[in-house]
């Protein structure tokens, strides 16, 4: 079936000329993005989707933490707490452009709260202490924690200090700890980028890999999936021997669409607020501070790109509504921020960002919000609308375990097709971490091998965007011409065209939100938009109309999901005449 209303991006058209696929999977957030590249590295003739831009859903709302989660020591969780370490200790060295290693403090204040409760949380699941874990308690959790790294030390061993030496260490703490327990976890600078590497390596393994962002699983039709490409309005039908819904918090509407009804997933909302605030920064000294909240939920508060990201929220979410981080949330986290910093004030003025997002956690009923599973499972669904068809539906996943889901969720699709594995990703290098120079003389080298023709410190400002991709992108802009945004000068024009050309930007929000951090580090500004939509407009052929409708869609989006109002209104440009009519 095909129904076609416009013209269509070539990346759905390759879908639409060959319409079949061994393995079809739905959804585009970093879970599906990387079992496309390990089923492409297979040799599988692949196909993924996504009904919006890739990374956009709960891939985007993440704590940008690569973590083995200490916490989750305490649900019980062991082998979950083993793969997080051991696959973040293998992202510290496959990844190096986009993940780091992060020293974590953990403000202490009593010597032996909790104890008593902690195997009864445990066993139970079901009791919160009101209480913060004391000293002994952590103790025992970080050692704990030390023992799951076994590859030689990707990171150092904890360490506990007393009052008087924790204080002299970061001197803003709140004077009335008694400890502070610090660790080393990681983090992930820049996730949409990375999840947008990991799909361009599954593209890069063959031609019987294909994907399109933008478009959306709509219904099953002739015993395959119907999609409507969300650009152009044209609906077709692809067949596969196996789908795997990927779709994460969605996955029941998922299902729903084709016809099976499911319940697996019981996500919770988390919400963040990013605040630029020249004193907490300070007072972090460059490390995330993770603790107890007063309520027994887990916070952090961590420095990143010269702001202070405070997170996060577990509260039970209505997937019917969208996420969006409440005034009652940023009066939690600046209560949070009091209880460690009583010296530091904060106000609304600071925040210069927020977001929310859904977590695909499973069903969890009365199980209490902070003890449900963050493991993950692979359920097989019966899908009458799709006879023959494998239905592998994901439930759970998180960021810091993508690459050992992607290889089960792989294995799983090719034991079904009866097809051997070849490629093992443990240690397989992803896109631009590939040759990542990381030591300042190694970096000094590579920029100046690659600064012919461009400024150094361009050069360098795209080594850290792209990672060693950087060449790649390096070739693009050298080949047309290029100059600086005013409204922003470590941007070009021809970098903005890359988006559009290269990276599947379809709308003015994928490159302020998603192929930049212009939203999150709140660098938006009116000039800024209407530079970076006439670019799109240039590259992507939009009508005038539809160059002002991006610009106020962007505006909209910024004020309603991330609160961020953009002062004053843009004054239109007249397009030039040969612009196509979208």
């Known amino acids: 079936m095909s129904k076609k209303t416009d013209s269509i991006r070539p990346n759905v058209q390759r879908i639409v000329d060959r319409p079949t696929a061994q393995v079809l999977v739905v959804g585009g957030g970093i879970n599906g993005i990387a079992t496309f590249r390990d089923l492409a590295l297979q040799g599988v003739d692949v196909v993924l989707v996504e009904r919006a831009d890739y990374a956009s859903g709960a891939s985007a709302a993440s704590s940008h933490m690569i973590h083995g989660g200490i916490r989750y020591l305490e649900n019980g969780e062991f082998r979950l707490v083993r793969e997080s370490v051991e696959e973040r200790n293998g992202l510290l060295k496959i990844a190096p452009h986009y993940v780091k290693p992060l020293q974590t403090t953990m403000p202490i204040f009593s010597t032996f709260s909790g104890i008593m409760n902690a195997p009864l949380r445990m066993l139970t699941h079901k009791q919160r202490s009101t209480k913060e874990r004391g000293a002994l308690l952590i103790k025992v959790g970080m050692t704990m924690y030390d023992s799951f790294s076994r590859d030689g030390g990707s990171v150092p061993r904890h360490r506990f200090l007393g009052r008087k030496k924790a204080l002299a260490e970061m001197p803003h703490l709140n004077k009335s700890l008694k400890y502070t327990g610090t660790y080393y976890d990681a983090s992930v600078h820049e996730p949409e980028r990375l999840a947008l590497d990991v799909l361009k390596d599954g593209l890069a393994a063959g031609d019987n890999a294909r994907s399109a962002n933008y478009l959306e699983a709509v219904g099953t039709a002739d015993g395959g999936v119907t999609l409507r490409d969300v650009v152009s309005g044209t609906e077709f039908t692809v067949r596969a021997d196996v789908v795997i819904n990927a779709s994460g918090p969605w996955t029941d509407l998922t299902n729903k669409a084709f016809g099976a009804e499911s319940q697996y997933m019981g996500g919770t909302k988390g919400s963040h607020i990013v605040v630029d605030s020249p004193e907490l920064l300070e007072a972090t000294n460059g490390r995330e501070i993770f603790f107890e909240n007063n309520d027994g939920r887990i916070v952090l508060i961590y420095p990143l790109k010269g702001r202070v990201l405070i997170g996060t929220t577990d509260l039970e979410a209505d997937m019917a509504e969208p996420a969006v981080c409440t005034e009652e949330e940023v009066d939690y986290f600046f209560d949070l921020v009091k209880h460690v910093y009583p010296d530091i004030e904060l106000n609304r003025d600071h925040i210069v960002y927020r977001y929310s997002g859904v977590r695909p956690l499973p069903k969890h009923d009365d199980l209490a919000a902070g003890f449900v599973s963050r493991d993950y499972r692979i359920v097989e669904t019966e899908v009458a609308e799709l006879p023959g068809t494998t239905v592998l539906s994901l439930v759970g996943g998180k960021w ?98 890359y988006f559009a050309e290269h990276e599947d930007a379809v709308h003015l929000t994928d490159v302020v939100l998603r192929r930049t951090n212009l939203a999150f580090v709140g660098g938006v500004t009116i000039e800024l938009l209407t530079e970076i939509a006439d670019v799109m407009a240039d590259s992507l052929g939009w009508s005038p109309e539809r160059r002002d409708d991006e610009i106020e869609r962007t505006l909209t989006t910024l004020r309603d999901a991330h609160g961020v109002e953009v002062a004053s209104q843009h004054v239109p440009v007249a397009a030039p005449a040969t612009a196509a009519a979208e």
């Open 400 to 497: 810091t375990t993508f690459r050992a889901l992607s290889a089960h969720l792989s294995t799983e699709a090719t034991t079904k097709l009866g097809v051997r594995r070849s490629v093992d990703t443990t240690g397989m290098a992803i896109g631009g971490g590939k040759g990542f120079p990381t030591t300042d003389g190694a970096r000094t080298t590579w920029v100046a091998a690659h600064a012919d023709g461009l400024d150094r410190d361009q050069v360098d400002r795209l080594l850290t965007r792209y990672g060693t991709r950087a060449s790649e992108v390096i070739e693009v802009l050298l080949d047309q011409p290029s100059q600086a945004l005013d409204a922003d000068p470590t941007l070009t024009t021809a970098e903005i065209a």
